[in-house]
């Protein structure tokens, strides 16, 4: 009986809610899933779950053990990944969280290049604004954007991320180009939904946040692409990511306005769980990473 493929299992099924999307995520039978266990409950003497004919649930001794067999796993692929740092290629599965806008428009290639270089590493890339808990839901290395809070996860620096105030062409000539935050138009502003506001110091910001909490806004929404397009169509104004509207500057069809009040830049950061060894895959990804998009980033030429 291997008990690394029990763990596996019975984490799987705990992480996935279910026996059969369990198996398919371990590409194998619901039959041998629920096999391995059973067999699990039977060497620890205690039921993990309590099934019901809908949904499972884990007992109390089913917390205790998820615990102790993600910490095992873990451990077992630091392992592998240390011991693989004297191998010429990187292999395994690498799980990454990424933000939308810039995984459509700057991830596509790097992954492409990243492949070509590392044919033995397999990507799960799972695209989201939020903020993903890096070790509760098994990711290797989260892609983070915006100013970081304490965390015992480790920060490290991949670019810097200028924010820009934009508006289009035609918007200017009808509505006047603004000197001071202060001289934006009411109920034009296009306001990204997870928009950070603690840059106290920039008085663009605190416009924009004074704007936000009064409701004084035209459109909001949680993709920065889609306000882009709105503020190209002549919708209001935003501030947006370079990586966002470098084209857009680049072909005239977005103007940057307030350059004076431009907030001070912050970063693309990966995000990954402190561990005295770090497995050779993610260590090569990172360092890919790191040195992929250039100093200053690409998409920063637009000037």
Not at 10 to 31: C, Y
Not at 222 to 239: D, F, P, S, W
């Amino acid at each position: 009986m291997d008990r690394v493929d029990l763990l596996k299992a019975f984490v799987t099924v705990a992480t996935e809610g279910s026996f059969t999307k369990a198996a398919d995520k371990l590409d194998t039978s619901n039959q041998l899933v629920s096999k391995y266990v059973s067999q699990l409950e039977s060497y620890l003497g205690a039921r993990l779950f309590n099934r019901t004919t809908r949904r499972i649930h884990l007992t109390e001794a089913g917390e205790q053990c998820l615990q102790y067999a993600k910490h095992i796993l873990e451990g077992i692929s630091d392992m592998e990944g240390h011991v693989g740092q004297f191998q010429l290629e990187a292999k395994g599965l690498l799980r990454v969280s990424a933000p939308v806008s810039f995984s459509t428009l700057h991830l596509a290639s790097l992954l492409r290049d990243f492949k070509q270089a590392h044919p033995g590493v397999s990507i799960d890339l799972q695209l989201s604004d939020r903020k993903v808990d890096v070790v509760e839901e098994g990711f290797d290395v989260a892609l983070r954007i915006g100013n970081l809070s304490s965390s015992s996860l480790v920060a490290k620096k991949i670019a810097p991320i200028r924010l820009v105030m934009c508006a289009s062409p035609a918007y200017l000539a009808e509505h006047g180009e603004p000197k001071h935050p202060s001289e934006l138009k009411e109920g034009h502003y296009l306001r990204y939904s997870y928009m950070d506001y603690s840059q106290n110091d920039s008085p663009l910001i605190n416009t924009l946040k004074q704007r936000s909490q009064k409701g004084d806004v035209s459109l909001v929404v949680n993709n920065g692409e889609i306000l882009a397009e709105a503020a190209i169509g002549g919708q209001g104004y935003v501030l947006q990511p370079t990586f966002i509207v470098s084209r857009a500057l680049q072909q005239g069809t977005l103007k940057i306005i307030l350059n004076d009040y431009e907030p001070a830049p912050t970063a693309l950061y990966a995000l990954y769980p402190h561990r005295k060894l770090m497995s050779h895959k993610l260590r090569v990804f990172i360092d890919f990473l790191s040195n992929y998009f250039g100093q200053p980033p690409y998409w920063d030429s637009f000037e």
